[in-house]
């Protein structure tokens, strides 16, 4: 039989890769490969992103996403005064792009409040700016703050083109002296401390998608893996045109808006 | 021989003496008493031997807060095999779930504050009728 050397490497890397699945199904049996599935898409991401399909956004979902977050993380309420902290707000449209094309978008656009927060940049210039690294970033892309590590210097905040962080001016603590903080397996912060969205990294590292995501009944909010081209962000973002904050900017967002 | 102005010089030592020992009388008696953290009843190990969690737990936190909070490594594997996520008060304070009767308790006595419950919130305290507060098992994490 005559078999030339193509033909020879496609049946090596098909029995290849025969040997190699049967290994990893003798390995990983039944429940726990199940498991290994369900929780590899949200504990291994390389660069976390998401979509705010604005389309789909109704006027309940603010509510519902802004408290979810800020219930998640002991976010004190200190809203219309000038410490307030905000880790996910809504933005008229002009604020949140305000380098929009031109002063006559369509009113369903113009008129609708947008969802910002912490644009996980890929290049981000609070992460260069800080003194102490408490802002850095994570593997998997998150922009974090190590909140043991921060001296409030606001660097960040003057850095943050989003204006997506907040400082503690006041205790937070002070806000819940007469109520229960809301998750008591979260820590509050101090005062003196920068802080803003981290993704939910803590909700990731149990398999679970980020408070706000959970919380949009209207499913407008759409988590997952920017560097993988089969996650389901990426297969809104072929199929959908869709626009960043302040791209022009070079800060490379990982929060993207179809409008 | 004579001594003059004795009457002021002998007040001056006695109110000397008075002031420099003022310390020790003023303390006497109540010499804080020696700690006694509550163990928890119903496990029986800590997630290090209990002579280095002794010694060692602030170094512990500390890789525990930098192994978290910076390169997302969560979880443990305590010295008798047992999985838990590295937290503070959802491991720790999980199973010493008395700060009042545990870490206080040395840390009073030694006149440490630890500022870390600015930020992480301690156990809701058992109710004064109850002796020792019972640990509830953090969950094992796989």
């Not at chain 1, 880790?87 to 006559?104: K, L, T, V």
């Not at chain 1, 960040?156 to 008591?184: H, I, L, Q, W």
């Not at chain 2, 290090?48 to 525990?64: A, R």
């Amino acid at each position: 039989m005559s078999l030339n050397r193509r033909d020879f490497l496609k049946i090596a890397g098909i029995t290849a890769l025969g040997v190699g699945a049967a290994s990893a199904f003798e390995v990983l049996s039944g429940k726990q490969l199940e498991a290994a599935l369900k929780a590899a898409p949200l504990t291994a991401g390389k660069r976390w992103a998401m979509v705010v399909d604005t389309r789909k956004l109704r006027e309940e979902d603010y509510h519902d996403v802004i408290t979810a977050c800020h219930t998640s993380h002991n976010v004190p309420d200190f809203s219309g005064t000038k410490d307030e902290i905000k880790w996910i707000w809504a933005e008229p449209f002009e604020n949140a792009f305000p380098d929009s094309p031109n002063e006559y978008v369509k009113p369903e656009v113009k008129d609708k409040p947008f969802l910002v927060f912490c644009n996980q940049c890929g290049d981000a210039p609070c992460v260069r700016v800080c003194p102490t690294k408490a802002t850095f970033k994570g593997e998997d892309g998150i922009t974090m703050m190590d909140m043991h590590r921060c001296i409030g210097c606001r660097y960040c905040m003057a850095a943050c083109p989003y204006g997506a962080r907040s400082f503690n001016f006041r205790d937070p603590r002070t806000y819940f002296a007469d109520k229960e903080v809301p998750n008591r397996e979260f820590p509050t912060r101090t005062r003196g401390v920068v802080e803003k969205c981290n993704f939910c990294t803590e909700r990731l590292a149990k398999g679970l998608y980020p408070a706000c995501v959970e919380a949009c009944k209207s499913n407008a909010l759409i988590f997952g893996d920017l560097d993988d081209p089969n996650s389901e962000v990426r297969r809104i973002l072929r199929a959908n045109f869709s626009i960043r904050r302040k791209p022009q900017l070079g800060t490379d967002p990982s929060i993207f808006y179809i409008v | 021989m004579k001594l003059y102005d004795s009457g002021k010089i002998i007040t001056g030592i006695v109110i000397f003496v008075i002031l420099m020992t003022f310390p020790f009388w003023f303390n006497m008696g109540r010499a804080a008493p020696k700690p006694d953290p509550k163990l928890p009843k119903n496990v029986k190990n800590c997630v290090l031997p209990k002579d280095t969690i002794k010694t060692s737990h602030m170094q512990i936190l500390n890789n525990w807060r930098d192994e978290v909070v910076r390169d997302n490594k969560r979880s443990f594997v305590a010295f008798d095999g047992k999985h838990f996520d590295k937290s503070l008060s959802n491991t720790c304070m999980k199973c010493h779930s008395s700060k009042k009767q545990f870490c206080d308790q040395c840390h009073n006595y030694l006149k440490v504050t630890p500022y870390c419950w600015d930020c992480h919130i301690e156990p809701k305290e058992p109710k004064e009728s109850k002796e020792t507060a019972e640990a509830k098992e953090p969950k094992e994490t796989k």
